[in-house]
């Protein structure tokens, strides 16, 4: 496609489950970035990565919050053991440059609610 | 000090007039600034991004950029009831860092 695409759009899950992001950057961009937006709260940076590494993982709030990226492009970001606190919005953006220079383009976003 | 700040709003201007959005920055070393709009419930989308002191203009936008005092501002020309929405400020601080202002939240008045 010709933006970024995350799913699910929506996911509703009990405390305690793990559950799974995806996003699809654009197609080529090297630089893929996940973000969390609490409610009426600016971006939160979670995680970058250069290509399939990840050279700043020092947003990830805990040790349930991990992320990979493979054959440079798609990327899952995952949280085990859901809390309540990590209802959100997470994004991903990704960039055609992994120096920072160029901009990122957004996703829609995926709602996480954690009942 | 914040790596990137901006004033939360909600900044209020009139239908027709110029809307004047500011956001400054501590690192001295950055080198690219952007600014991104976000309407409710929706995802930031770019609308400007500026490299060198000055100003760079895209129809009604115009981003302003003065390294020396470290702010970079933008400018909306007749503002429209459609341009109400939460701007934010992004900052590349090098080392592949990129920081985002906490945003500041336009309205256009009709």
């Known amino acids: 496609g010709a933006g970024v695409s995350q799913s699910p759009s929506n996911k509703v899950t009990e405390k305690g489950k793990d559950v799974e992001l995806r996003c699809d950057p654009i197609s080529g961009h090297t630089a893929l970035y996940w973000y969390r937006q609490r409610l009426g709260q600016g971006l939160e940076f979670l995680i970058y990565f250069q290509g399939n590494s990840a050279p700043d993982k020092s947003g990830l709030p805990s040790d349930r919050f991990s992320a990979e990226r493979t054959g440079e492009s798609v990327s899952t970001l995952t949280i085990q053991r859901t809390q309540q606190e990590d209802s959100a919005v997470y994004l991903c953006?990704?960039?055609?440059?992994?120096?920072?220079?160029?901009?990122?383009?957004f996703g829609d976003g995926t709602r996480l609610s954690i009942l | 000090q914040k790596e990137v700040e901006q004033n939360s709003g909600p900044l209020s201007v009139p239908e027709g007039a110029i809307a004047s959005l500011n956001c400054t920055y501590s690192d001295r070393g950055s080198q690219s600034f952007f600014w991104y709009r976000q309407y409710s419930g929706k995802s930031p989308e770019l609308i400007m991004f500026?490299?060198?002191?000055g100003d760079k203009e895209d129809g009604r936008f115009t981003a302003q950029l003065n390294k020396a005092s470290q702010y970079v501002s933008l400018l909306i020309r007749d503002s429209q009831p459609s341009d109400s929405a939460t701007y934010l400020c992004?900052?590349?601080?090098?080392?592949?860092?990129?920081?985002f202002g906490i945003g500041t939240k336009l309205q256009v008045i009709p």
């Open positions: 500026i490299y060198s002191n």
């Open positions: 992004a900052v590349n601080r090098g080392y592949q860092k990129v920081t």
């Open positions: 953006a990704s960039s055609s440059e992994a120096g920072g220079s160029q901009p990122q383009h």
